[in-house]
């Protein structure tokens, strides 16, 4: 029947993506805007923007469901070095917003460091693609070099967040090439060894103060720890079922803070409860699962590598924010994936998806009649 009502170029074009996955997506983005409504007061403008970049994101998606891992591996190594000639210019001749310099202006403000989420697990799954697997040390050392050099750069400006968003997406690469438990147990022991030193030497004075607060909430309850303590009242109060959508007190009444970006999650979860909120994780659940088992069909260990360290990037994201919100992490500026208000966030994790699916491997689906 589909025949009929599309024409050949389009039915082309959604023959090659995941159906299953684009409804989970679908289904989340839908989530998203009816909880953004409510986060932002009913402002229909930011919902409008927001589903915008809903339609933007899944163009991208149809576009690089499209791309063959052949063709994204030949563009992994000018991804990566002119993502990081970028990152070079940040720190040069960057717009400073709010005290960080993350900008370029080239007619219009971007963000260089939002192409590197993808950049870095491509040029790495590139490497270890033309290695024999599982890897040896002196590739684990190279593979980390690679993603250490984009994340001291982006450190710089300062962005935590993105940082660790960046190396997590690197790291999950070389956790799946095969990395022995010996060295992913060093890994661990030299971070717990590191850690102290990172939060003297490396960490600015207010990034200080929100470790400070999650290991003591109450330290600075009306300054640092102001965030973590409204959120945390939002979703305790909406007990199992919620108090209904729209009748949220705590985004309402504005006690809550960055309710429609990274504190959205708590909106969420006083609006529709303890029963919403599973449901919510189920569905990211359900998603990365999706990607993962597109990871296990890529037509080679690029594509395998790429997909599975994509999907696991988005699950990284989902731990990061819902820690955040419910004080479990200290806050970093991570979003909730595909939930949280912001255009870059979602066009990236959408062209990401369009990458999983892209890289499964390809059947002959469609043959022209003649």
């Known amino acids: 029947m589909i025949n009929y009502l599309l024409p050949d170029w389009l039915l082309k074009i959604f023959q090659k993506v995941d159906a299953v996955l684009l409804a989970a997506l679908s289904l989340l983005a839908f989530a998203a ?179 400070d607060v999650l290991l003591n909430p109450e330290s600075d309850i009306l300054g640092t720890g102001y965030h973590i303590s409204q959120s945390k009242i939002a979703i305790g109060s909406g007990g199992v079922y919620g108090k209904g959508w729209l009748n949220g007190d705590q985004s309402h009444l504005d006690f809550l803070p960055e309710q429609h970006t990274d504190f959205i999650f708590a909106v969420f979860g006083e609006e529709f409860g303890l029963a919403g909120n599973v449901l919510l994780i189920a569905l990211y659940v359900f998603i990365i699962w999706r990607g993962l088992y597109i990871a296990t069909k890529g037509e080679d260990s690029f594509a395998r590598l790429l997909a599975g360290s994509l999907s696991l990037t988005f699950f990284f994201y989902l731990f990061v924010n819902t820690g955040m919100v419910t004080g479990l992490l200290p806050v970093v500026g991570v979003p909730l994936p595909l939930f949280s208000y912001g255009g870059t966030s979602v066009v990236t994790l959408m062209t990401a998806f369009g990458i999983i699916m892209g890289m499964k491997r390809r059947k002959r689906i469609y043959q022209q009649e003649g």
């Open 33 to 211: 805007l009816v909880t953004l409504f409510s986060a932002s007061d009913g402002n229909i403008d930011q919902v409008y923007r927001q589903g915008i970049h809903f339609l933007l994101g899944l163009a991208l998606m149809l576009i690089f469901s499209q791309i063959q891992s052949k063709t994204l591996r030949q563009w992994s190594i000018w991804l990566y070095t002119g993502g990081l000639v970028l990152l070079v210019l940040v720190l040069m001749i960057g717009v400073e917003k709010k005290g960080a310099t993350r900008w370029l202006n080239v007619g219009v403000h971007i963000q260089p460091a939002e192409i590197m989420k993808l950049a870095v697990p491509m040029m790495v799954a590139y490497y270890f693609s033309e290695k024999p697997l599982p890897p040896r040390f002196i590739d684990i050392v190279v593979a980390l070099v690679l993603v250490f050099v984009p994340m001291l750069l982006i450190m710089k400006q300062p962005d935590l967040g993105t940082s660790i968003l960046i190396a997590t997406s690197g790291f999950f690469v070389i956790y799946l090439a095969g990395m022995s438990w010996w060295l992913i147990g060093g890994a661990v022991a030299l971070v717990s060894i590191a850690a102290p030193l990172m939060y003297q030497f490396g960490m600015h004075d207010y990034q200080r103060k929100r470790v």
